[in-house]
């Protein structure tokens, strides 16, 4: 059985700040790794994943994350954000084929202008 | 288009009713998802078809039922609705099974169920 944790529920930054959400996950074979983000009242949007190769991933509007096996995490890494990236980002895993996805329970992210 | 709908959007049962949420998706997507997101508990798959009448439990299926005629249409069936079933109800669709290339999920914009 996979699990998901991020550890922090709540982060607040500023409009241009840079953001790193946190993800950790307990599972001891291959893994397919991903982010989605949800907007307040909609369905989750995919981000990025990560399955196999380059460790650092790039997803949309220049978010982008990062593998480690050793640290069993994929943090969720953004450089400048934006007010819109307001939202709540949740970290998902599978084991692999004939899964559905095993999510955190999310970070929600606030950005002040 | 690409895109995964749901309706309704809003519905409220009283105990004991039965309840039809339906879900459609226009990419042909082999595999379909149905999740529950609750406070505190984060979204939690209810069952999983793989194709028309090929379908699996997920983490959570008691109380549910699925079913699946049509490739594009993926139905949940509450019968006799309990309060504790009360939740925002989420479909989604992917092209094939996890854990290959092309295994993101597409998510519909979601059921908010209320069971009095």
């Known amino acids: 059985t996979q699990t998901v944790s991020q550890s922090d529920a709540h982060v607040t930054v500023f409009e241009g700040d840079s953001v790193e959400l946190r993800c950790n996950y307990s599972?001891?074979?291959?893994?397919?790794l991903s982010w989605y983000i949800q907007h307040h009242g909609h369905g989750l949007q995919f981000l990025l994943k990560?399955?196999?190769?380059?460790?650092v991933v790039q997803g949309v509007n220049g978010f982008e994350a990062e593998f480690s096996k050793s640290d069993s995490s994929f943090h969720l890494r953004k450089a400048s954000v934006h007010w819109s990236d307001s939202a709540v980002y949740f970290c998902?895993?599978?084991?692999?084929?004939?899964?559905?996805?095993?999510f955190g329970l999310g970070t929600r992210v606030s950005v002040f202008p | 288009d690409m895109k995964v709908t749901q309706m309704p959007r809003y519905l409220i049962k009283r105990m004991g009713e039965n309840v039809l949420l339906e879900c459609g998706q226009d990419?042909?997507?082999?595999?379909m998802y149905w999740y529950r997101q609750d406070p505190g508990l984060g979204l939690q798959l209810i069952y999983i078809?793989?194709?028309?009448?090929?379908?699996s439990e997920g983490d959570i299926p008691k109380g549910y039922r699925v079913s699946r005629k049509k490739r594009e249409h993926f139905s949940l069936i509450l019968d006799s609705a309990k309060t504790n079933q009360t939740s925002v109800y989420f479909c989604?669709?992917?092209?094939?099974?996890?854990?290959?290339?092309?295994?993101?999920?597409?998510f519909g914009p979601g059921t908010r169920l209320t069971v009095l």
């Open positions: 989604a669709s992917s092209l094939s099974r996890l854990g290959g290339r092309n295994a993101e999920q597409f």
């Open positions: 599972y001891g074979g291959s893994i397919y």
């Open positions: 990560y399955y196999s190769g380059n460790p």
């Open positions: 998902a895993v599978s084991a692999g084929y004939a899964q559905g996805l095993t």
């Open positions: 990419m042909s997507h082999e595999t």
């Open positions: 078809s793989y194709d028309v009448d090929s379908n």
